[in-house]
């Protein structure tokens, strides 16, 4: 939360840390922020749920994603 | 509210049912088994002409444990969403009858349930406690999971410390794995 502006950072400014530059090619498309989306994005409620999934992601574990957010809206 | 409600008039004949359907399936997970790879395969194999190679087993036990785990997914979501749908049902009703009373009050009225998913954070703050009351919580802070209970077996507390141990172990699931406490994946150790 940003105090400043009581809004959550916005993913698209988040900084890529030290040594995980081209992170995004280890990704599918389908899971990341998409610029051409910003607009739609940034103008809808959303956050980060870090009480489920408090670490990133590693690409192979990207199943898991895939199969919980499939499964949530079955 | 067919289907809904056929879940919500058999829910604890059908819980008791996800809870056998679920351990099945970590039971098949723990099953599973991943060898390192030979340089080169069994002779039989070349001289019974198996055509096959040890990576046909490794692959057969990864596809095997990813639809496992599609699996639990699947029944993780089975009655989770129910669950919430009953709250929010519950909240709406209760919000209409006393529309003055706060959300915080109607979520107190729920809390106390007793749930397998809370039963992983649980077990930590035990054994936490636990290591500080028996003067091991510094020794079980460094090296592997391993290094780290030998040394506390060790300790000068050691035999007191043993019951650190086997409170590890009475929570941990058959195969030596510990929950995990973020309970995500749906941990269902009991």
């Known amino acids: 939360m940003d105090a400043q502006k009581s809004l959550f950072p916005s993913p698209y400014d988040a900084a890529t840390p030290p040594g995980a530059e081209g992170w995004e090619d280890l990704y599918p498309y389908y899971v990341k922020f998409q610029p051409s989306r910003r607009m739609e994005e940034e103008g809808k409620f959303w956050f980060c749920d870090s009480q489920h999934w408090p670490t990133p992601f590693r690409p192979f574990d990207m199943s898991m994603v895939e199969f919980a957010t499939k499964c949530l809206g079955q | 509210m067919e289907r809904a409600g056929h879940y919500f008039a058999n829910w604890g004949e059908m819980l008791e049912n996800w809870h056998k359907k679920v351990d099945q399936k970590i039971a098949e997970l723990s099953a599973l088994e991943f060898h390192e790879l030979p340089d080169v395969v069994p002779l039989e194999w070349i001289t019974s002409g198996k055509g096959l190679d040890n990576t046909t087993d490794l692959i057969d036990s990864y596809d095997r444990a990813i639809e496992l785990i599609y699996k639990v997914w699947q029944y993780h979501f089975e009655f989770l969403n129910l669950g919430y749908a009953a709250y929010l049902d519950f909240f709406g009703f209760v919000k209409e009858t006393f529309p003055s009373i706060p959300d915080q ?25 636990l290591a500080v009351e028996l003067g091991v919580a510094d020794t079980l802070k460094s090296g592997s999971v391993d290094e780290a209970l030998a040394a506390t077996a060790a300790a000068p507390n050691g035999q007191k410390s043993s019951g650190w141990k086997m409170a590890t172990r009475s929570c941990a699931r058959p195969n030596g794995s510990l929950p995990n406490a973020t309970g995500s994946p749906p941990n269902t150790a009991r």
């Open chain 2, 105 to 129: 009050a109607i979520a107190k009225m729920v809390q106390g349930q007793d749930s397998v998913l809370f039963r992983p954070d649980d077990e930590i703050k035990k054994l936490a406690k």
